[in-house]
């Protein structure tokens, strides 16, 4: 089984819904992070969590809202879908231990706001 | 503000080696990372380096140069499945990655 799982890993909406997508992780790790990726830009941070009680804003959180339910956990929303929001969102873990810090991926969420 | 580039696009031979470069210029530095995205798939990790150098694992090298704000990846003995983009990310002084675009790399028979 995946480390990091993803749900849904496509959806199609329409502008103004409200849309969720899932992280889970079997890592045990701490840390989450969600990225959406655009064709020829690099990985841009949404939100990060160090751990349940720690969420915070990253480079691009206007839109967007998270929960962390529970330490394996990430839930990502989108409020009221926007057509600029069509991406590919990705969810990642890292154990924060030591200094290698890896990021390990969930196969992503391809997201279309039409 | 924080900046790392690397070139949009390259393509190289089946065989033959490649070198993919990345310069940053970030606040802190803790860490150069690479990783692989194959299209349409997660990036999977390839190399890290914080101590300038050459680290050198199977036909990957990554090598660093923290004076120069530089880092290249060295591909050697290029397979089709090489096919990829080639992202460099860096960790800043607040251990947050920032994100180059990514290199496309085109492997031709």
């Known amino acids: 089984d995946a480390d990091v799982t993803q749900t849904p890993r496509n959806r199609i909406t329409k502008t103004g819904k409200r849309i969720m997508l899932e992280c889970s992780q079997t890592k045990g790790h701490d840390r989450m992070y969600w990225y959406r990726q655009d064709p020829g830009l690099g990985l841009r941070l949404i939100y990060y969590s160090f751990d349940v009680k720690d969420i915070n804003k990253g480079e691009i959180s206007d839109g967007y809202s998270v929960s962390r339910q529970a330490q394996a956990k990430f839930s990502l929303s989108l409020e009221s879908a926007i057509p600029n929001q069509t991406a590919l969102y990705f969810c990642?873990?890292?154990?924060?231990?030591?200094?290698?810090?890896?990021?390990?991926f969930g196969p992503g969420t391809r997201l279309t706001v039409l | 503000g924080q900046n790392i580039d690397q070139p949009t696009e390259m393509t190289a031979t089946e065989g033959a080696i490649v070198q993919i470069n990345c310069t940053y210029q970030t606040s802190g530095f803790n860490g150069l990372f690479w990783y692989q995205q194959h299209a349409g798939e997660a990036p999977t990790f390839l190399s890290y380096?914080?101590l300038d150098g050459l680290e050198e694992k199977g036909r990957f090298s990554s090598f660093l140069s923290r004076s120069k704000g530089y880092s290249y990846l060295l591909l050697k003995e290029l397979q089709m499945k090489d096919s990829a983009s080639y992202l460099c990310a860096v960790l800043d002084s607040n251990y947050q990655l920032i994100w180059g675009a990514g290199t496309k790399l085109i492997i031709k028979p």
């Open positions: 380096n914080v």
């Open positions: 990642a873990t890292t154990s924060g231990q030591g200094d290698t810090d890896t990021q390990y």
